[in-house]
């Protein structure tokens, strides 16, 4: 199928499927998706305790953070309901926990869609967070729980950024970090005149995603579509 016949087939999923959801939920979903960005994605490396990555979760959707990478070297992770409050319905997830060097393959992956490597770190050397360049396409990564973020991804990461931080305590908890490192970093990206918005595909298709998740039975309804 040609790429055109292919936008023209999903455009006509997209009608058919647009017959199962409310005004309401339709108008909520192009609402969202109008703020939803690519410029910024999100990388979490090895992290175990579930509420955290949940937490993390709930914080790209509600900032705006469309692709969520999670590293599994050691531990393997999920997003609970309960904390996340349904956020991961509405993400692009990308695991690495099928090679050698998890890791590696993530920095690989992310670098070759244009990012720079943004690795969080109270390091005395870092870049503080309010003087963070935003106009660069950045992927952000938050360490496995007390070590931190590995040495293979600090050696080849681009930044070192660190939240400024005035008590005797000397970090956060990850999750908190993550919020206040987005907070930051989104809320400034939307003062710029960058188009940091996603593209009309990237929209359609993000769209045609989401209407599926919010129809019960949809396998059998796509099955009666495709017998039209």
Known sequence: MSKE??????????????GFVTEERKAIFKQVLADRTRHFTVILEDLYQKHNTSAITRSCDVFGIQDLHI???????????????GSQKWL????????????????????????????????????????????????????????????????????????????FTESLNVSVAAAIVLQNVVTRLRDTDLDWKLTPSEKQEAYFEWLKKSIKSIDQILELYHKQ
């Open 92 to 167: 692009s997830f990308y695991r690495y926990n099928k090679e050698t060097h998890n890791t590696q393959a993530c920095i690989d992956t992310v670098k070759a869609k244009g990012y720079q490597i943004v690795a969080t770190t109270p390091h005395k050397s870092s870049c503080v967070l309010g003087d963070f360049d935003v106009t660069k396409k950045s992927a952000f990564v938050f360490g496995v729980e007390k070590e931190g973020v590995s040495d293979m991804m600090l050696e080849q990461a681009d930044v070192r950024l660190k939240i400024p931080m005035y008590g």
């Open 71 to 85: 590293i599994e070297n050691n531990y393997r992770t999920y997003v609970s309901n309960q904390v996340g409050k």
């Open 5 to 18: 016949k292919g936008l023209i087939e999903r455009l006509k999923q997209i009608e058919y499927l647009e």
